[in-house]
């Protein structure tokens, strides 16, 4: 069943909008221009293609927004969330130049454009309007996402619960040894596509040596007895979410993986226990990364400790050193230190984290202990 929502889509949309505009006018943005995204999706409620067609959001600091969309597109914006002037242009037409006649009519003297409007869109607009400054809205955006509010918090609680549900199901019911990485991958796949998801964004499996590259997505390679696993998923519910990773061995494991694996878990409740409003994001990392160096796998401990999740599986804010950026309540993020032995095997443990009032709600309740599969 997907969350209810606490609030009415009309007051949420209201409510972004309010606090765009009211960002604009505090950096100094008259127009903000958003491609289609996460950052419109943020606004709009649902996803536009991103196509060789044009077609944007237009955020004025002041007054009601434009929708500039392809005539064949006039009807996927019908059901606006917000009030707004629907801007079409035909096949024969320059959307370009409808898009510098409105920023003209806001008399906008500086134009935010999102990270995800092609550059061939900007670079041409940048020729019908030469006098404009242009600037990153992705910055703009990017304030106002990475703090959830009750409605977005639900959302990934629930997607987390369903994953929950499936590791669970996936443990009780699935073997390991004698299937190919691509066996594992494709059965988890169904799993994911039977929970109700929307999107699966990857379904990464990595048993022995491959566990020991970070981002494998698999091969066939056939699992062995005593193999560990790495295995990560993605997918999204209602635009939202969700991301895990849990290493169970095949068989029986190695005391060495073992030793490998206790550490990482150890240093996963580490940056578990750090996380609370004020503590900045490079501390999450280093809180996880302290154990790990200690134990004297520091240099097997290649990526960061978490990235921000959302409306984007990879969003602001990112728990890496040199992010000084203090939490704050309602940011969410993945906690997932690994540990990878080159030609040996590899370790990760992630679940996703909100930042409360007094620490952190942990939406994964699948078990951190070693799983051993048949």
Known sequence: ???????????????????????????????????????????????????????????????????????????????????????????????????????????????????????????????????????????????????????????????????????????ETESLIGKTEYEIQKRLREMITEQGMDEIGWCDVGSGPNGASPLHHWSHRVVERNDPIVIDFAASLNGYWADTCRTPVAGDPDPEFIKIYDIDRAAHEAAQAAVRPGVTCQEIDRAARLVIEDAGYGTFFVHRVGHGIGIDAHEHPYMVEGNDMPLELGMTFSNEPGIYIPGRWGVRIENITAVTSDGCEVFSTAPKELVCLP
Request: net charge negative; proline share 6%; with cysteine.
């Open 1 to 171: 069943m997907s969350p209810e929502k606490s609030v009415d889509p009309r007051s949420l949309a209201a409510d972004r909008l309010a606090r765009a505009q009211a960002l604009m006018v505090d950096e100094g943005v008259d127009l903000l221009v958003i491609g289609p995204s996460a950052d419109q999706f943020y606004f709009i409620g649902h996803r536009l293609p991103l196509t060789e067609r044009l077609s944007a959001l237009m955020i004025p600091a002041e007054g009601s927004p434009a929708m500039l969309v392809p005539k064949l597109q006039e009807p996927l914006v019908a059901d606006l969330p917000f009030d707004a002037e629907i801007v079409c242009w035909d096949e024969t037409e320059n959307p370009i130049s409808k898009l510098a006649t409105r920023a003209s009519n806001a008399r906008a003297q500086t134009v935010a454009v999102n990270d995800h409007l092609w550059s061939g869109f900007l670079l041409r607009l940048q020729i019908e309007l030469p006098g404009v400054q242009y600037r990153n809205g992705g910055e703009v955006v990017s304030r106002l996402r990475r703090i959830k509010d009750d409605s977005e918090i639900a959302n990934l609680r629930e997607a987390n619960r369903r994953f929950d549900l499936l590791w669970a199901e996936f443990c």
